[in-house]
Each structure stands twice: as C-alpha cells, then as structure tokens.
C-alpha cells in the first residue's frame, strides 16, 4: 500500500478540494481559465528566456557575453518562476484531491526538481566563474550539459502539465458556459 | 471550403480510432503547441524587454538573432500544430467569436514582430553604438509585450468554448 492509498493523505487533500478557495476558482465563471491563460503566459515567459540561455551556453550566439546575458535574462526567468509557481497553486486547489494521487502530478514534480537541481548545478560548476568564460564562443563541458538537461527537463515539465490538465476536476458546467459569453 | 478541410483524410485520420496514436493525438499535438509557443513568445518578450531598456549590457544585435531564429522557427511549429488541431473541428470554431478574436490579435502583434524584426535588422548596430531606440519602436515593443500574453488568454477562453462544445 502507497502513501496515496492512505486515508489521512487523502482526506487532507480532499478537505483542501472542497474548501472556500477551492469552491471560488470553481464557481467563479472564468477564473479557471484565467488562471491557465496566466501560468501559460508564465510558461512562455520562463522556458523562452530560459531557452535561450541555453542556445549561448551551447555555443550559439556567441557574440553574447554569457554573463551578461545570464543576468539579463535571470531577470525575466526568475519573476516568471514566481508566476507560475502562485497560479500553479491555485490550479492545484480545486483538483488536490485528483493531482495529489495521480502518477502524471509526481512526475511532474520530480521533473521539476530535477530542473531545479541542474540549475544548482550549473551555479556551483560554472556560472560562478561566468567572468572567466562568458566572452568565448565554447563554453565549460559543465555548462554545456546543463543546458542540454535544462532543454530536455522544461520540455518533460510541459508535456506532463499538460497532461495534468486532463485529469483536473471539471467545473460545474452552468458556471463555466462559453457559448453564454462567446455565442455567435 | 471549411467542410472540405473537415472532410478531409487528414482531419478524419486526426480524430479516428484505428490509429492506435489516435487516441492521444489531440494531447501530443496541444504539447508541441505549447512548447513551440512557449519559445516564440518567450522570445519575443525578451526582445521587446530589451528594445524597452531592461539589461541594457547586453547587445541588441546579437540578441536579436537568436531571439528571431527561435521566434519564427517557434512560429512555424505552432502554425502546423494550430492547422492540424483547427481541421477536424473547422466549421464549428470558424465562426466562433473567440476563435477570431485570437487570429485578429495574433495577426496584429505578427505585424508588429516584423516590423521588429526588420527595424532591428537595419539599426541594431547604431543602437548599440550608443544612440537611443526611437519612441515609436518602443511602443511597437510595449504592445507585442501586451499582445502575445493576450493572445494566450483569449486561446485559453476559446479552448473553455471547444471543451464544453465536446468538439
């Protein structure tokens, strides 16, 4: 028996499912999509500047200063983690129940800390001496790696957040009824 | 012409159960989508970022070709995947408000990301010598930042209208 069989886990998520903040994103017409649209907006964000630190790292792009840019572009992956994280949040809720056994969800998380853990990684072996490298075209073999992992971990948490969306809790559909708003 | 597209053997092999991908051929299609939007606009937000004065170390004109590389090599992957997803229910989404409210802004901030793209093909270099990205670009810049995301949200709005349409 896995933990996710386990009565008192199951009920926490459950009490969270079907608590007041649960109930208002599900209720409220719209706020559910809302909120997709606005992690999908962080999506974008995060993995395109992301991205293409990665391109520099693997020796595109070269006439970049790596470090430079890193910051720059740190400046707009970072917020957007941020968003993503509070509406990946408030995605979880009204589903808590669903996510919170399902193999997609774990999954996703884990690719998540593996992302995470490869951009530690990378600080440590290489982007601390960024000044040292940042203005030739080959890159240390450290930051090269990452940033292959790095593509290939975004990627995976994509696909399996969007395979998460089918196994989330459908709103009661007279709140949520697109041919009212968007009728011809 | 929208019933041909529907007709189709592309759209009738889309939705069909015999093949055995078939039945997780609308997720794998949603997920290229999504990654190869999630690229171009996240490209291009960088782009307008800079253009507006964020990370002013970093040069725009080599920034500008990895972000244009990744941006219509992005958008060519979302326009196939767009297609594929829009021909098996063509003549229901056509006449959608949503669905022409998304090609409306999209086709507003394309507009916008060319002549971008062509502006900084031609003065990125001046800009990095030190003179000042003109006012205008910088508002073009400003409305590609506010248009993509919008883009994003009335998608989100007109995939609530596909699913509660069972399409």
């Known amino acids: 028996m896995s933990f996710w069989d386990d009565a008192a886990y199951t009920a926490v998520w459950q009490e969270l499912a079907r608590g007041d903040l649960a109930t208002w994103i599900q209720l409220t017409p719209y706020a559910y999509a809302t909120l997709e649209g606005i992690h999908l907006i962080g999506v974008a964000v995060f993995f395109g ?14 006439q970049l200063h790596a470090g430079a840019t890193g910051r720059f572009l740190l400046r707009i992956s970072v917020p957007a983690f941020v968003l993503l994280a509070v509406s990946g949040v408030l995605l979880f809720v009204p ?6 056994t399902s193999p997609i969800f774990f999954a996703k998380m884990g690719a998540l800390a593996a992302g995470g853990l ?17 203005r030739r075209a080959r890159t240390p073999w450290t930051a090269r790696s990452a940033a292959v992992v790095s ?17 989330r809790r459908e709103p009661p559909a007279s709140d949520l009824d697109p041919l009212s708003l968007f009728g011809p | 012409m929208l019933e041909a597209i529907q007709n189709s053997a ?4 889309l939705v069909s159960e015999r093949w055995v991908i078939t039945a997780n051929s609308k997720q794998i299609l949603e997920t290229v989508h999504f ?3 999630a690229l171009q606009i996240g490209a291009v937000m960088v782009i307008s970022l800079r253009l507006l004065g964020v990370g002013r170390s970093v040069s725009i004109a080599a920034l500008g070709r990895p972000v244009f590389w990744t941006a219509w090599l992005g958008f060519a992957v979302v326009l196939v995947t767009g297609a594929l997803q829009f021909a098996p229910i063509a003549t229901e989404v056509f006449y959608r408000p949503s669905f022409r409210g998304k090609i409306a802004v999209l086709t507003v901030a394309l507009a916008i990301l060319v002549w971008l793209h062509v502006a900084l093909r031609r003065k990125a270099s001046a800009w990095d010598g030190g003179e000042t990205v003109p006012r205008s670009l910088q508002i073009l810049a400003g409305l590609s930042l506010a248009l993509w995301p919008t883009v994003i949200v009335v ?3 007109m995939y609530a209208f596909v699913q509660m349409a069972d399409l």
């Open chain 1, 49 to 62: 500047s992301v991205f293409l630190l990665d391109l520099r790292l693997l020796g595109l792009a070269s």
């Open chain 1, 95 to 100: 589903s808590a129940d669903r996510y919170a």
């Open chain 1, 118 to 134: 490869n951009a530690l990684a990378f600080h440590i072996a290489a982007w601390r001496r960024v000044d040292d490298w940042g």
């Open chain 1, 151 to 167: 593509v290939l971990v975004w990627i995976t948490v994509i696909a399996l957040g969007r395979w998460m969306g089918y196994e």
């Open chain 2, 10 to 13: 592309l759209s009738q092999l």
């Open chain 2, 35 to 37: 990654v190869a939007f």
């Open chain 2, 155 to 157: 998608a989100r709005l």
